[in-house]
């Protein structure tokens, strides 16, 4: 059978004069103090005085006399009661400035009464793993106490503190390890006030103070002291690579260790996780980031200046190889805009009432689509046709070379007769007499002294320049056909 705490604390015997009967005593708030031993916390007092105010106190405070002041008290057990009564007191009822308490009998082992009360509050309070880790602690000292005392306690006195705490010997020995190793401040501002959750504190406390300190820094360096989200995984996570990178030797010329470590750790967890950079391989030496990187070495200040001119000026070239491919469609978007700008001039309209009348959404806003149509503003490849969302520029360029696969005009393809005064014709017509323009015709010709019915006429492709066709000088033109120009 296992060991029993709680029989061996039942069966030591009490050397002071209580007979077994507890009384109940009226005594003013005034006379009772608190035990400066007390290591639970004084949470949620405003809750409990208003529970008291409207229900009464259903259980008194237990209290022992102050042996250094007569007529003192110090409490025992019921500090958050008493510190609710206190509050209603400051809040102007009077009401509960006596508080019923139960006095315990002078003499006795103080260290076995407190005892007793821990292991019976054990399953009945609910405690914060700081609260368990002070509470273990004093039970351990209590424990030491009474075997000074005379109390003898088999086996290990980890076990039995454990059994008094209710916890197991594995969370008694990492509330332990976080009692004793995490950074005092850390533990203090976080730990105790129940901001930071105990395997995250275990974590920490397994690593160097500074190093504990440089975590909690970063997790709290958006002016929040709520720090529940820094999980256990991510402290473990930090800590190695803050350790790794702490022993890391410079590969500068100053050589040492590394003196950029708080900002590799910056940019390899800015996202709050361990990110996917250089920063997770170390030295800043080596690294393709160098250039653009805002937490660099210091160190590697001039070698970053010449790689960000390096990068600045192919980036340059780069850019300039890349116009000069998109050079013939941005002179194409170009032209596009130029002749929709002296349509719109010719036919007496504005452009954006007439994309509107057309159910064209224009692609550009009015201002700049204005210049574009002037022939002025910026045109980039990317930039939409005239025609907004309804044709594209591949688009265009498509149809344009089949129309000059088959040597008709796109009016043709697209089923529209025109007039002969219109810009395109149904299918080719051929025109009679003297053109009206410079330019390259296909022409039908015969000699001058053939006769029409007897010589069918010829046709080439020929120049008419200065009124003059580059025939043979009694070549006789009967009609021609303007060749389209070359886009």
């Known amino acids: 059978m296992g060991f029993d705490l709680a029989s061996v604390l039942k069966n030591v015997p009490e050397s002071g004069t209580n007979d077994g009967r507890e009384r109940i ?27 008291i105010e409207f229900a009464g106190l259903q259980q008194p405070v237990r209290v022992r006399r102050d042996a250094e002041h007569s007529g003192e008290y110090i409490i025992v057990s019921g500090h958050r009661r008493t510190a609710a009564m206190r509050k209603i007191v400051e809040d102007g009822n009077k009401a509960f400035e006596t508080v019923p308490c139960i006095v315990e009998a002078d003499g006795g082992s103080e260290a076995l009464r407190e005892l007793r009360l821990i292991y019976a509050n054990s399953d009945t309070r609910r405690m914060s793993s700081a609260d368990i880790s002070k509470q273990a602690e004093r039970v351990e000292a209590l424990l030491y106490q009474l075997k000074e005392e005379g109390v003898e306690f088999p086996g290990r006195m980890r076990d ?3 059994e008094a705490c209710k916890v197991s010997k594995s969370k008694l020995s990492r509330l332990k390890v976080i009692r004793d190793k995490l950074a005092p401040d850390i533990y203090a501002g976080y730990y105790e006030k129940g901001k930071l959750p105990e395997d995250t504190a275990y974590e920490l406390a ?17 002016d929040r002291d709520d720090i529940r989200y820094l999980y256990s995984s991510r402290v473990k996570d930090q800590g190695a690579d803050i350790q790794r990178f702490s022993k890391m030797a410079c590969r500068c010329e100053q050589g040492g260790t590394c003196a950029n470590v708080l900002n590799m750790v910056d940019k390899l967890y800015s996202n709050g996780w361990r990110g996917y950079t250089h920063c997770g391989s170390g030295c800043c ?20 200046a010449q790689k960000k001119a390096e990068n600045k000026e192919a980036k340059a070239a780069k ?6 491919r998109d050079r013939p469609a941005v002179d194409a978007l170009r032209l596009m805009w130029s002749r929709m700008g002296e349509a719109c001039k010719r036919a007496g309209v504005d452009y954006n009432e007439v994309c509107d009348e057309a159910d064209i959404y224009a692609a550009l806003p009015p201002k700049d689509a204005a210049k574009l149509l002037d022939g002025d503003g910026k045109l980039t490849a990317d930039t939409r046709t005239p025609f907004g969302y309804v044709v594209g520029r591949d ?18 393809l697209f089923g529209r007769d025109v007039p002969e005064s219109g810009t395109g014709t149904a299918e080719p017509k051929w025109q009679t007499g003297e053109p009206p323009e410079d330019g390259e015709y296909l022409v039908r010709y015969r000699a001058a002294d053939d006769a029409e019915t007897e010589c069918p006429d010829l046709s080439d492709v020929r120049t008419f320049c200065g009124g003059v066709w580059s025939l043979f000088p009694d070549a006789v033109v009967t009609a021609w ?7």
């Not at 397994?206 to 958006?222: E, F, H, S, Y």
């Not at 030496?285 to 970053?304: G, H, I, N, Q």
């Open 25 to 51: 005593e009226y005594i003013g708030l005034d006379k009772l103090h608190d035990d400066p031993n007390n290591f639970y916390s004084l949470d949620g007092i405003k809750e409990l005085a208003e529970n």
């Open 206 to 222: 397994k690593l160097p103070v500074d190093t504990q300190r440089v975590i909690v820094d970063r997790a709290t360096r958006k």
């Open 285 to 304: 030496y080596d690294c393709d980031e160098l250039a653009t990187c805002s937490k660099c070495c210091s160190r590697m200040a001039e070698v970053k």
């Open 160 to 162: 039995h503190v454990a």
């Open 319 to 324: 850019a300039a190889a890349q116009a000069e």
């Open 395 to 412: 688009t265009i360029a498509r149809l344009v070379k089949l129309a000059d696969l088959l040597g008709c005009s796109l009016d043709y």
């Open 481 to 487: 056909y303007r060749v389209p120009r070359k886009r």
